[in-house]
């Protein structure tokens, strides 16, 4: 079983920044680099909605149209951390935010993640 831990959110101005980490942790013989991970977000009466992806190999990773270039997903594999630096925050980025493992890419829906976090709140103020 993978284990992912979330942290870094809180309150922030619109306009502010924030970097979000999920910290995973898996069975032996296999490692955090081998998977897909993303971030996805949820806010109150909506759906779970697809934020950012990244690879195992780390290349192309994939934003939601109204994240592209205001949010950037990187991973640490030496670390088995994933980030999510989110900057020029909007009162519309306010939600709880979950980071997930699977096994596809491209992987921009909740059903191509087998692993979840219990989420990290975002909360951004005008």
């Known amino acids: 079983q993978v284990q992912l831990v979330e942290s870094g959110g809180g309150m922030v101005q619109a306009g502010g920044s924030l970097r979000l980490s999920c910290a995973a942790s898996?069975?032996?013989?296999?490692?955090?680099?081998?998977?897909?991970m993303g971030w996805f977000r949820q806010a109150p009466g909506k759906e779970r909605e697809f934020v950012a992806a990244?690879?195992?190999?780390?290349?192309?990773?994939s934003y939601a149209d109204s994240m592209k270039g205001r949010f950037t997903i990187s991973r640490d594999n030496v670390k088995n951390t994933l980030y999510l630096q989110m900057n020029s925050l909007k009162p519309e980025d306010t939600a709880a935010y979950f980071c997930?493992?699977?096994?596809?890419?491209?992987?921009?829906?909740?059903?191509?993640?087998?692993?979840w976090g219990q989420g990290t709140q975002v909360t951004v103020s005008s």
């Open positions: 898996g069975r032996s013989g296999r490692s955090f680099s081998t998977y897909t």
């Open positions: 997930a493992a699977g096994n596809y890419w491209p992987a921009g829906s909740p059903n191509d993640y087998d692993y």
């Open positions: 990244i690879s195992w190999r780390g290349g192309s990773p």
